[in-house]
């Protein structure tokens, strides 16, 4: 089992950054790669980045050059470094944990998944 929590989620002005955190337990963390979804009312939840346990990284197009993920394995803690936040940022963030295959931007392949942390970015 692992347990995922979110933080770092709030209201911020377009252009302004934020940071989230999700910290892992449960499991050894540097063996599996983790990501970051959102979800914005009536909509499907999208892929925004992930990172495999060697730190490769790969990113939505919708946040390329703007969001940086990363990882901690001595703190069992994934980030999202979000700068540059617009309004259609605005959404449920969620980090979810990938134990073992390939590592993909769906959603529902992934096994473990936080309780989400609300970002809201006003115009």
């Known amino acids: 089992q692992v347990q995922l929590v979110e933080s770092g989620g709030g209201l911020v002005q377009a252009g302004g950054s934020l940071r989230l955190s999700c910290a892992a337990s449960?499991?050894?963390?540097?063996?599996?790669?983790m990501a970051w979804f959102r979800q914005a009312p009536g909509k499907e939840r999208d892929f925004v980045a992930r990172?495999?346990?060697?730190?490769?990284?790969y990113y939505a197009d919708s946040v390329k050059g703007r969001f940086t993920i990363s990882r901690d394995n001595a703190k069992n803690t994934v980030y999202l470094q979000m700068n540059s936040l617009k309004p259609g940022d605005t959404a449920a963030y969620y980090c979810?944990?990938?134990?073992?295959?390939?590592?993909?931007?769906?959603?529902?392949?992934?096994?473990?998944w936080g309780q989400g942390t609300q970002v809201t970015v006003s115009s």
């Open positions: 979810a944990a990938l134990i073992s295959g390939v590592i993909t931007t769906v959603w529902n392949d992934y096994d473990y």
């Open positions: 449960g499991r050894t963390f540097s063996n599996y790669a």
């Open positions: 990172i495999s346990w060697r730190g490769v990284t």
